[in-house]
């Protein structure tokens, strides 16, 4: 790469900057102060020195422990599996407030919450993280309809879910940092 140079203001004694030599960085060698400087870790700021000792306190979970917000979560997706599942099953149709939803989606649905039911009881980390991110959609969808809420009910049953939705993604996020992420496959 080519230098460039930047012309200068004159000094006061008349000559430019330009007709001065200019120094390259190779040409001077650093000091030896800088380069301890460098090579130094900056020292960790107030939110990792607490995010350390918040690690340091984490114990994995036992293989019979199932603290209680796993168990609501593992008993919400039961219930919403099963209960949809019963649903169409019986009524050959779902449907909430006028809207129709087709049985196969349903199904599907029904599936996949009671796999997470399933996958949560035998603390399997993909299913806590798939019940949280299914619980985020469902947090956001309420929001909305909480926005346009038009009577006391829906207002009563927004602010339920959200509320109690975000409540215990917030308590899932410990649990989940205490099941142990399944280990890579060896090669």
């Not at 030896?32 to 990792?48: F, M």
């Not at 020195?49 to 994995?60: I, S």
């Not at 399997?124 to 809420?149: D, E, K, P, T």
């Not at 109690?164 to 993604?169: D, E, K, P, T, V």
Request: proline share 8%.
């Amino acid at each position: 790469m080519a230098q460039h140079r930047r012309k200068r203001r004159p000094s006061a004694h008349g000559a430019s900057a330009t007709d001065t030599p200019v120094a390259t960085p190779a040409a001077t060698p650093p000091p030896a102060a800088s380069t301890a400087a460098v090579t130094a870790s900056p020292p960790p700021s107030r939110s990792e020195a607490r995010n350390e000792a918040v690690r340091a306190k984490l114990a994995p979970l036992q293989p019979g422990e199932r603290p209680w917000a796993l168990k609501i979560a593992a008993l919400i997706a039961l219930l919403i599996g099963a209960g949809d599942l019963v649903t169409v099953l019986v009524k050959g149709a779902f449907d909430v407030g006028g809207a129709h939803a087709g049985a196969s989606g349903v199904i599907l649905f029904s599936v996949l919450m009671l796999l997470c039911a399933w996958g949560m009881w035998q603390q399997r980390y993909w299913a806590v993280l798939g019940f949280q991110a299914i619980l985020v959609f469902v947090i956001l969808f309420f929001s909305v309809l909480l926005i346009r809420a038009e009577n006391l009910l829906a207002v009563v049953a927004g602010v339920v879910v959200v509320g109690g939705g975000g409540w215990l993604f917030y308590k899932l996020v410990r649990v989940l940092s205490r099941i142990q992420m399944p280990k890579p496959p060896s090669r």
